[in-house]
């Protein structure tokens, strides 16, 4: 009993290699796979490719009660007016004047202000926010699903990874999936109020099927392009799937 089930779990393991082999191939032979290339970066490339691969359909987050809010500390850049001009006048006039651009590969570039991308059907979720540092926060996020956005821009039909350019500097990307993934949101609010500057005002990603990192905050442009860019040159990983 014992010798047969060690057996089945090695002919499982052995076909389950294969298998990942078999995927690995495949997806290598795409066009342009995510970080191909980047050899630094090949460990990530294959979490991509199996989670891509072997997950049927979008997952969602795990959401929770108000109840369950805790206190967030605000970490890596908390106010880039020391690193943008633009930003500190905007930030100076309450963010009035701020403007998401929107642009790349999508049919109507253009500019949404904060009262535009307000009157989007917003979507609120009580998420865990995981930072690669080992810290979870638990709050509560409102904001306009980044899939109306792109749908109101019009993807063409070439696109297939979100840029987000940031005013501290940070450039970072998302595929196409987890862009429309449900709970993929640009968020104006936190537990309840207006995003603060040490959060991300006005506008942050908030992503829940990747680590923290990847919830940029001060956006300023969103950029739909072909091909993968990767702008990595912190030492991250591109993609973390949790
Ligand atoms: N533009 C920008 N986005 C960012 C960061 C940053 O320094 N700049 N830090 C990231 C990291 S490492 C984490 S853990 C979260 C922190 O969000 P918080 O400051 O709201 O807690 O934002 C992420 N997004
Ligand atoms: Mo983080």
Known sequence: MKKSAIITRRQALVTGLAGMGTLLFQQCSRPTPPNYGNILRMGDNFTYIAQRTLLPGQSLAKEYRFADISSMPATGTTNPAKYSEAYDQLQ???FADWQLRIEGSVDRPGSLSLDDLKKFISRTQITKHHCEEGWTAIAEWTGVPLSSV??????KASGRFVNFH??????????????FHPQTILAYGMNGKSLTVPHGAPVRLRIEKQIGFKSMKYI???EVTDEFVDHGDIGWAWYNGI
């Open 92 to 94: 100076r006039n309450s």
């Open 150 to 155: 792109l749908q109101h821009a019009g993807i």
């Open 220 to 222: 300023h442009k969103i």
């Open 166 to 179: 940031s005013y501290d500097g940070w450039i970072d990307s998302i595929d196409l999936y987890d862009a």
